[in-house]
Every structure is written in C-alpha cells, then in structure tokens.
C-alpha cells in the first residue's frame, strides 16, 4: 500500500468507529486500548487550523482546556488535577521556554491505558494570531511522534501494521434502497423530490449518503457504518450545521450545497446539500467535481 | 507575475470565472481581485465570508475527523458556482471565486490551485 494513504485509511477507520462521542458531546480521541493518546491530542492540535478552544479531558480526572490556531498551541487557559501548570497558565501567549512545563502536563492528560476526549467551542478572533504560540509540529519533534501516521507507526521500534483494506462494497449496505444510479444524471432523474435526485445524480461518486428531515427523511444508500456515522453527526450537528448553510448560503431559504475535501479532485470529501426541511449528507470518494455540478444543475431544473 | 496578473489570467483561460479573489481568510479580507465589472466589493466581501464559513465547523471538524484537513470547498447554489481554496502552506491565505454553472470544475479546481500555491510561494 502507499504510505500516502495510510493516513486517509486511518481516517476512514475512525469514520466507521461505532463509539466516538461521549455523552456531553465530547468526542472521544484515544480509548483505553490506543497506544498514544498523546499521538492523538497532538493531532487534533494539529488538524485545527482556525481558532478553537479545545478541552482534553482524560479518564484519569485531569484536563486541560488549550487555546490553538493554525497548528499552534495558543495558551494554556484552563488546567484540573494538574500540577505545574502556573508558567504555562500565567503566559498571555506560550513560548519557547514553556514548551517542557507544556509537554508534562499533555502527557499527564493524555497518558496511557485512559480515554482521551476533546470538545471544541469557538475562541474570540482577537486572540486567532497564528504568529504566535508554539507550533504542534515541534512538540511533536520534541515526543518523537509522527504527526501522519496511524499510532502503531508512532511507536519507536513498531513496525505499522498495514490497516486492513476498506471495501465499502462488501460492507453490509443500509436497507433502504434507491434505484439503480446512472452516471450522468438523465431526462428521467428529474422526478420525485431534489434532495434524492440531486444524489442519485452524484452517483458513482457519492458512495454513502442519507438524507434527513424532508419529505426523503430517512432514504439512505452505502454501507451501513459510513451511514451510521453520518446519521449521528446529524443528530448531534443538525442546529450548528444548519446555520453554517445559512451563512455560505448566498439567498437564505434556497437550496444550498458544498463540497468539502483536501483536494476536491482525488480522496474522499464530504458533500452535505440542503432544500427546503431537507439535509443531505454523504462521502464522496475520487473527483466527483463535474458530475456534482451537472447533478446539481439537473435537480434544480 | 504579480498577484493580480496571475488572478486576470485565471479569469482569461477560464471566462465563466466571474470573479477570482485572493484573501486573507484570518481578517476575513479580499486583497486582490479580479473579474467581471459587476461583482461589487460588497459581493466580494460576502464571498470571503462564505469562505470562511465554509472551513469552519461544524464540517470542518466532520472533514478533518474522516479525511483530514479540509484544503477545498464548492458551495453551489441557484445562481453560481462558488469555489474556495486554501494554501496549504500559509492555510490563512485562500482564493475564493464565483462561477458560472458549467464550467470545467476539475481543470479550473486544478489551476487555481497552482495559482494559489504560486501567489503564496511570493511569485
């Protein structure tokens, strides 16, 4: 297998974990098997690249509330059942020099054989100054761990174990089916509601979707777990992500879809599409781009 | 070539780009623009903002549980196409451009790619 895609595999396995909120809405990083929970807390640092209050809090009753941006740890704004944490909590922006005081007290949180959770609430924009802060990438340095690869490969002296290959096709499939898809979407996919349309159009490229609220509620394609995942987002998410559409929509109420992936043209993205009391929400696998677009433009006629 | 000679270029190969904007999404500002006469800087500052919205969560967070750090967007509605990239490199720098239905999504996706990586690289 490519090295490449063993993050992106990595990251599919975790679409498909059954478990990964806690109850409060956190979500959970590290369960008590994982053999880096710091892997984990660094690469949620990592992944955040606009402003965000993230609280870690582990099962062994510490936690730590870090404020990051732009794969820099901010400031340290928040700390329980820790001890050494006055450098680091009393320094309006973290340096250099706290970087030892900061390294203690993230493995103290995200030590072994505990579960790791994180919940992220938005900072003010104001105190976003990416030029600032000590960059995740150097503690990562500084714990020998490798910020893109699966935790085993983290391990000094593990060799990774290659992940078992997804194939969504021999997954079980939802049991709500649609009719069979067309590539290109035809004169005869323009009936029925939009939403469903709109999704078949996108097919081969949408490989798992469902759609909520809506006179579709509840119609479904691909594999179970990817569904399941996505059903659970929704109902955790539906508010906040509504109010996102609201804010890239251009006209409020219309229908509004967005796209969003590394590339857009090769792994996977998420594509989530609203009309009218509507979600939809799936995985789109490879470079969906024109037949998105043409799948749209036909659901709307 | 300068920031805004790359931007008109864009707009020259690809002519249903109605507007390519360069920003800065952490001020949530347009720097640079280029495109039709029509779109305003009113239509440009809501695109950056739609910009911003469209990396944030709570998608961003579904994206980047999933597949990693989100680095594109295509938000379509009922009027345009709209198409958003951010550097990986400097992640705060993005274009954000408004399109025509029917454009080549995967050849102008892969240009204004290179156009970006290109204005934040200094050329």
Redesign the interface.
Known sequence: MNKGTL??IA??Q??QSAA?VAPGGA?VIASISDQSPLAALLREVN????GRALAFESSNGTSLTLEVS??RVLRLTAANGLSGVDSCLSAQALEDEHKDDLIKLLQSVAAPRCELRVS?SRIGRER?E?SIGLPVALLADLLLIDLNLPEAASEPGLEPEPPPELEPKALPRSKVRLPPAASEPGPGLATGPMLGRFARGCSPALIAWLIVGGEEDGTTDGPEEMIS?LQG?LEV?GE??SL?LD?????PG????????????E????L?ARSGEGFLLG?IEG?G??T??RA??AA?A | MGVIESLGAVVKAYPQARAVAFADLSSSMILASQGRDDVTQEILDRLCKQARASFDDPLFSLSVEAFGEPHGAIVMGLESVRVFLRSESEPADALCCICDHGIDLAGFVARIRETLEHITAGG
């Open positions: 993050p992106i990251r599919l975790s679409l990964r979500r992944e955040t690249m606009l732009g794969r992220a976003e990416v995942h987002f998410e906040a992500l996102q804010q890239i929509s251009t006209e219309t229908p509004v879809c967005i796209q969003l992936g590394a590339t857009l043209t792994g996977h993205s998420i989530c995985v470079d781009t024109q998105l677009m749209w433009a709307l």
